[in-house]
């Protein structure tokens, strides 16, 4: 059977990225499957990747990404790997995190990393050696569920920055922890946000008197009716 030329180009492409070549773009087309082989590293060298399939890690890496889009229709599922991003992050689709890391750096990218899009992640890394600036989605759509590492230099640290005036929050699962040095963040909150507690309008507090003024009246009267016995 002849396959079609774009599967032709992609089987190609991952062959030749997997021996160190380097290419343009990686885009995995709607209902076509992509996986890299077990145990293998899959380097793109500063590439965007789009996915509008499927795309597995396994327990392979994929390296030195551009831009990294899940489109729609797309999944990447993250399995035991490792993602290694070096440029913005637009999850449109689906991301299942699996066991696997996912890594921010610079290594590409000049200006900031912008992650968009509800993601959970397992371990999630974001890294650099000169000062980079991470976007956080306002409000909370990123969760991490592992480790979550923030990792700057002396003198260079890594800045978070919510995506608006808004308050961005990476949320924790259960069982997560931090692991941080060299970080600042003025408008990104690590950790879920605490819940306040309820407060009453002056309105409600005079309804509370009023209801705890009329059960202590009602306790009085039952007192004062209340049957005696004689012996």
């Not at 963040?185 to 605490?194: E, H, L, M, Y």
């Given at each position: ?5 774009w599967r ?50 396994g ?104 995506s608006?005036g ?18 600042d ?10 819940q ?36």
């Open positions: 059977m002849r396959l079609p030329v032709l180009c992609i089987a190609a492409l991952l062959l030749l990225t997997l021996h160190g070549k380097v290419f343009a773009q990686v885009n995995i087309p709607f209902a076509d499957t992509m996986s890299v082989p077990a145990g293998n590293a899959m380097s793109l060298g500063c590439t965007a990747f789009t996915v509008h399939g499927t795309f597995n890690i327990s392979g890496q994929v390296t030195n990404t551009g831009d990294v889009g899940i489109g729609a229709t797309g999944t990447i599922n993250g399995g035991q790997g490792l993602l290694s991003v070096s440029g913005n992050w637009n999850n449109a689709g689906t991301f299942n995190a699996g066991t696997g890391t996912v890594v921010f750096t610079n290594n590409c990218a000049a200006g900031p990393l912008t992650l968009t899009g509800a993601t959970v992640f397992n371990n999630l890394t974001l890294t650099s050696t000169n000062g980079s600036t991470f976007v956080i989605p306002a409000g909370s759509n990123i969760t991490v569920s592992g480790t979550l590492t923030l990792q700057g230099v002396n003198g260079q640290p890594i800045h978070l920055v919510s608006s808004q308050t961005a929050v990476i949320n924790l699962g259960p069982q997560s922890q931090v692991v941080s040095s060299y970080f963040t003025n408008d990104v909150q690590i950790g879920a946000t605490p306040s507690i309820p407060t009453l309008s002056e309105y409600g507090l005079m309804v509370l008197g009023l209801l705890m003024a009329l059960t202590a009246f009602w306790q009085a009267r039952r007192g004062a009716f209340k049957p005696t016995h004689k012996n």
